[in-house]
């Protein structure tokens, strides 16, 4: 939730100043919270687990690097109960080991939004960006894509890819970054790729 000093809460107990170590978000939302997956516990990690089950059973978008990359495997997630079982082993399992986490926004208590990413030895990549339908064009797909840059800073990591490089939206949100490169301290490169400057 945002105070009216401009900081976001951030997960359980995590809180980001936006204005001052967030550039990505300056204006305040006020109902907005984000929560990263690997420090929920309790009721926010089984939100966040029910939340992936769905959009898992009806939000994958077929142009997608992971809507791609599950190919024949989006069958086990048309049936309600396979789905429920293959989305907690990979949350509570996959995700440790292989390095993947996930950043949901939350407005009015509900979840609204995630923007999934992988971390590979130097780098992060974000595979799975989504909002809901009634807030797309708002800037809310950006601004999860910001609080990424930010992991990916205090993280240490030297760069972030946006996907493949190959779905509009995802280049919408490279381009945007690209024009603000200097207030962000980043370089934007092609492929989706954005460094991280010191």
Same mark, same amino acid.
């Given at each position: 939730?945002?105070?009216?000093?401009?900081?976001?809460?951030?997960?359980?107990?995590?809180?980001?100043?936006?204005?001052?170590?967030?550039?990505?978000?300056?204006? !305040?939302?006020?109902?907005?919270?984000?929560?990263?997956?690997?420090?929920?516990?309790?009721?926010? /990690?089984?939100?966040?687990?029910?939340?992936?089950?769905? $959009?898992? /059973?009806?939000?994958?978008?077929?142009?997608? *690097?992971?809507?791609?990359? +599950?190919?024949?495997?989006?069958?086990? %997630? *048309?049936?309600?109960? !396979?789905?429920?079982?293959?989305?907690?082993? $990979?949350?509570?399992?996959? %995700?440790?080991?292989? =390095?993947?986490?996930?950043? $949901?926004?939350?407005?009015?208590?509900?979840?609204?939004?995630?923007?999934?990413?992988? /971390?590979?030895?130097?780098?992060?990549?974000?595979?799975?960006?989504?909002?809901?339908?009634?807030?797309?064009?708002?800037?809310?797909?950006?601004? +999860?894509?910001?609080?990424?840059?930010?992991? =990916?800073?205090? +993280?240490?990591?030297? /760069?972030?890819?946006?996907?493949?490089?190959?779905?509009?939206?995802?280049?919408?949100?490279?381009? =945007? %970054?690209?024009?603000?490169?200097?207030?962000?301290?980043?370089?934007?490169?092609? =492929?989706?790729?954005?460094?991280?400057?010191?």
């Amino acid at each position: 939730m945002v105070d009216g000093g401009g900081v976001i809460s951030y997960g359980s107990s995590v809180r980001v100043p936006i204005r001052s170590a967030n550039p990505v978000l300056e204006e !305040t939302v006020s109902d907005l919270r984000v929560g990263c997956f690997s420090n929920q516990e309790g009721r926010d /990690r089984r939100d966040a687990i029910s939340y992936l089950a769905r $959009f898992l /059973r009806t939000g994958i978008d077929s142009e997608s *690097e992971f809507g791609q990359g +599950l190919g024949w495997k989006r069958h086990l %997630f *048309e049936n309600s109960l !396979t789905n429920w079982i293959v989305t907690n082993y $990979f949350c509570n399992n996959v %995700f440790p080991k292989q =390095g993947l986490d996930a950043h $949901f926004m939350y407005l009015s208590g509900q979840i609204s939004g995630h923007a999934a990413y992988q /971390r590979k030895e130097d780098d992060l990549h974000i595979f799975s960006v989504a909002v809901n339908p009634e807030l797309r064009g708002q800037g809310y797909a950006k601004r +999860l894509c910001g609080l990424i840059i930010n992991e =990916g800073r205090s +993280l240490g990591v030297q /760069r972030i890819r946006f996907g493949t490089g190959k779905h509009p939206a995802m280049k919408k949100i490279h381009e =945007g %970054f690209s024009k603000r490169e200097e207030k962000l301290n980043i370089v934007c490169q092609e =492929g989706n790729w954005v460094m991280l400057r010191e």
